[in-house]
């Protein structure tokens, strides 16, 4: 079974465009998680999407948003990017996901963003 | 505020010692999940508990749901074992997942 895929792997953008970044999840999990990871901040929760809905979210400001589509692949997008969203986004799928997390996430190889 | 505080932060071992991570969290939990990430940034997850002890190999991990606190114990640890292994927990409310700031393990051969 593939895993996780995530696109494109490595990004570079200038203050104030918008990026979109891909995440494909494993065939048959329905649950999409995204995180960014920073050195500063360490891996935070961004939020969380099941049967195309949001369904939980973390502490972002509102120019991080995402989506998912009918075949569980999700898209999340930054708009009027500033110089600390350089970081590495990570998504992660599971069959259910929830609130509660109480499954085991499957990571794809994360999106390092650069922000000049 | 850390709801997930991890210690040590870096912890450098000789190979074949045995290696303990600990992880103390504030909120009431779900589950806890142990992961580990290599240099480059992939991320593997070790171990998912909500109760007692999980054993996958050489890795051991242990819960107190009482005490609030977890533990990652490598057996015989080898240079591969080399990497950021992160304690995260999923609160029983709201709609967060909150993350220590890892522990970074160097095993030198």
Redesign the interface.
Same mark, same amino acid.
């Given at each position: 079974k593939a895993g996780v895929t995530q696109t494109p792997r490595y990004l570079i953008k200038t203050r104030g465009q918008q990026v979109t970044l891909s995440c494909s999840p494993i065939s048959g999990h329905r649950s999409v998680?995204w995180y960014q990871?920073t050195p500063g901040q360490? &891996?935070?929760?961004l939020f969380?999407y099941f049967s195309e809905t949001q369904? %939980?979210?973390? %502490?972002f400001p509102g120019r991080f948003s995402g989506r998912q589509f009918s075949n569980s692949r999700s898209e999340m997008n930054v708009s009027t990017l500033e110089l600390g969203d350089s970081a &590495?986004y990570?998504c992660?799928s599971s069959l259910r996901g929830g609130? *509660? #997390?109480?499954? *085991?996430? #499957?990571?794809g190889?994360?999106t390092?963003l650069l922000v000049l | 505020k850390n709801e997930v505080e991890q210690s040590p932060q870096n912890l450098t071992a000789q190979e074949g010692e045995f290696i303990t991570i600990n992880c103390s969290y504030s909120v009431g939990i779900s589950a806890l999940h142990w992961l580990q990430q290599h240099p480059g940034g992939g991320i593997v997850s070790l171990f998912m508990l909500s109760s007692g002890k999980k054993k996958h190999g050489r890795l051991i991990a242990t819960i107190n749901i009482q005490e609030k606190h977890s533990s990652l114990h490598i057996t015989a640890s080898h240079p591969r074992d080399s990497a950021v292994y992160i304690c995260a927990v999923s609160p029983n409310t709201g709609n967060q997942f909150y993350f220590g700031t890892g522990t970074s393990l160097t095993v030198i051969p």
């Open positions: 998680s990871q360490g &891996l935070q929760f969380e369904r %939980n979210k973390g %502490n &590495l990570l992660a609130p *509660t #997390y109480q499954e *085991t996430q #499957y990571f190889p994360g390092r | -």
